[in-house]
Each structure stands twice: as C-alpha cells, then as structure tokens.
C-alpha cells in the first residue's frame, strides 16, 4: 500500500464520535492532511457546526453508535457521496467509572452497547465496501485500559479488553483484502473524557467500598482537563499510521501509556515463568 492508496488522491476518512476531543482532532488532522471526512456524532447540527470552515471536503452524519440501523444508514451515505471508505476510525466512546459493585446492569450495558457493540455495528456496516475496494485502514481506539486494569474502571477496561480481542482476531480475517486494523492504546489524554459532560460513575453507595471509591474518583477528577496527552498530537500520529506500509496492530499513545503497558507486560511475563511448572502440569498424555 502506497501512501494515498489506492488511486493516490485523498483519502476518505469514516470518524465516528467526531464532534469533540480525540474523534475531531482525528478528523481535523485527515482534513489537513488534504483528505476529507465523515463527520459522524450523535448531533449532526453540533457536526454541522464544528465543521463548517471545511466546506464540501466534509459530510456530517448524524450516528450513535449503539444503533445498528443508524451505522447501517451512515455507511451508505458516506459511500453515496464519496463512492469509497479508507480509513474507519471507531473512536465513539466514554467511560463508565466507579467500582465494579457500584454500578447496575443497566449501566454497565450501556456502557458495551457503545464501547463494544458500537464498535461492531460500524465495522460490519463498512467492512463490505473495505473488501470490495481490496484496501482499508480500521483505527479502534482502545486504551492504556484495554491492556491493563485499574481499580474504578472495571467495567470501561473490560470494554477496551473486548475491543483488543476483538480487533486482534478480526485482523488476520481481513488482512488478504488489503485491510489492516491498529488498536490504538492512549494513555491520559487532555479532553472531555473525565468531565461531566461524558464521564458516568455507578449510582450505588456502599459503606465497605466508601473510602475505595472517593480515592478512586479523587484521582480521575484529579486528571480532569490537566492530562498531558495532547490529542491533536494524536491526530497527527494517525494520520501517519494511515500511510504506513506496515501500520502496527496496536499502538499505543503517551509516554504513560508506553510506561504502564511495558510494566504490564514485564510484569505478566515474569508471572507465567514463575507458575510455568503448575502450568505445564495440565499437559495431557493421553
Ligand atoms: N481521553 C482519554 O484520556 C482517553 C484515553 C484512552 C482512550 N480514550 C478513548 O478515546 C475515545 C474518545 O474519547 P475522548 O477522550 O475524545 O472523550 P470525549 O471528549 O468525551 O469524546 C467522546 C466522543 O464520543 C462520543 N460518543 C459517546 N457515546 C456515543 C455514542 N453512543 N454514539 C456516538 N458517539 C458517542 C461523544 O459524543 P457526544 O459529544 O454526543 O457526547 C464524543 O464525541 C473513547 O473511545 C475513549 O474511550 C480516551
């Protein structure tokens, strides 16, 4: 794959949760890169809006992502209007924080019907028009919290488990059509992901987790609108990697993000070694 591949013009990207934070300094990136973009959110008049300096080079989609029908009808607009899909960026998201036992049902299917089941809509709905094409790029934005855990996010770090799993077996399915896929892992990025306005903790209150979970929503509130990610930094990282010939199947963004995942996985490697023997133990001999 060549840099503009495959007709070395612009390419086309698909960004979903586009309006604000990671998803629109994506798109802002692509944009001056000279490429051009489906704007898609859960407003298209705040789409609308945020895009409107880039004139006909964007096409605002109204999409939440946890609606199958609505991913469907967003595919075939961006296709009615561009013939093509390149890149696809499943960066819709928000996390569902507080401890495991805090949170209800409810809570925490809503939080996979958008992190996870969202995900899925999208890729389905454009997966068909990548392998028409023989070429495609699918940016999944994981997290540091898709490769390891942390104590108050449970629920959103097994969402971004499901997404690595997810994307790391549908990788090798796709790649004979010239599609690759990175997980992208940032770590704290500086948007509007602890705020308010999108973070969501679970309603329950019980006595033995109290002090657990002030100190848990103490530090989040702590990173709120002071994280030293900076994503249009971001942006610009993938618009790179859309061009690699040989994009890497996870990246991972943020010198906190490489420090954690590292420690992580020194960590992991040093545990099989040392409970090898019990492991090997299950071998048959049948
Ligand atoms: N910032 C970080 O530190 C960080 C770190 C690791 C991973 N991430 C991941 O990066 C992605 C973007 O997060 P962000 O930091 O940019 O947060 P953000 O500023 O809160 O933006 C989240 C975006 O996702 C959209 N969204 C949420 N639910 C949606 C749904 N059901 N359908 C469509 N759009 C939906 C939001 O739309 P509305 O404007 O309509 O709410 C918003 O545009 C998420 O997947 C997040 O998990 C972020």
Redesign the pocket.
Known sequence: MSAKDPQNGPRIWFV??????????IARAALAAGDSVVA????RE?LEAVYAPYGERVLAVE????EEAQAEAAATAALERFGRIDVLV??????QLGLFEENGAGEIERQF???VF?TFHVTRAVLPAMRRQRSGRIFN??????ALGFVGASV?CAT?FAIEGFSESLAPEVEPFGIHITI????????????G???RYGDRTIADYAALSADAKRTYDG?NHR?A?D?AKLGAALVELAAAEEPPLRYA?GSDAVDAILGSLAERQGEIERWRQLSVATDGTF
Not at 40 to 43: A, I, K, N
Not at 63 to 66: F, N, P, S
């Open positions: 979903t949760g586009a309006a604000r934070g990671i998803g629109f300094e898609t959110g859960r407003s705040r999409l939440d992502v946890a499943n960066n819709a998201g928000y996390g019907a958008t992190n969202g934005l994981s997290s540091v919290g898709g959103y971004k992208v892992e940032p770590g704290f990025f500086r948007t509007d992901f602890l705020d306005s999108s973070v990173h994280q990610g994503p963004a």
